[in-house]
């Protein structure tokens, strides 16, 4: 089992920053590929950021390669999101989700924990 909490989210202006954080609880994190996903009103949960439970991999969805940063702090249990450049278009809930087996994936029904999200609105 793996809990976990996401911070960090508030409102934006449009090329600005913010850097999320998940905070994980649970024997499995440590060896748990973890990702960022997002999802705006009326619109489907899509793949953001993963990183394997290594740190070594990391993958990014092409609209944000540039401008997100994946990381994990493995003492703190903590994988983080930095996000520079907004977009309004990057308004969305934001989520941590971890991935107990497997190589990094991008699939949504491939991630077995997921946290509450976090709001980011970015204005313009």
């Known amino acids: 089992q793996v809990q976990l909490v996401e911070s960090g989210g508030g409102l934006v202006q449009a090329g600005g920053s913010l850097r999320l954080s998940c905070a994980a609880s649970?024997?499995?994190?440590?060896?748990?590929?973890m990702g960022w996903f997002r999802q705006a009103p009326g619109k489907e949960r899509e793949f953001v950021a993963g990183?394997?439970?290594?740190?070594?991999?990391?993958s990014y969805a092409d609209s944000m390669k540039g401008r997100f940063s994946i990381a994990r702090d493995r003492n703190k249990n903590t994988v983080y999101l930095q996000m520079n450049s907004l977009k309004p278009d990057d308004t969305a809930v934001y989520y941590c989700?971890?991935?107990?087996?497997?190589?990094?994936?991008?699939?949504?029904?491939?991630?077995?924990?997921w946290g509450q999200g976090t709001q980011v609105t970015v204005s313009s």
């Open positions: 990183i394997s439970w290594t740190g070594f991999t990391k």
């Open positions: 649970g024997r499995t994190f440590s060896t748990s590929n």
């Open positions: 989700a971890a991935d107990a087996a497997g190589p990094v994936v991008t699939d949504v029904a491939e991630y077995d924990y």
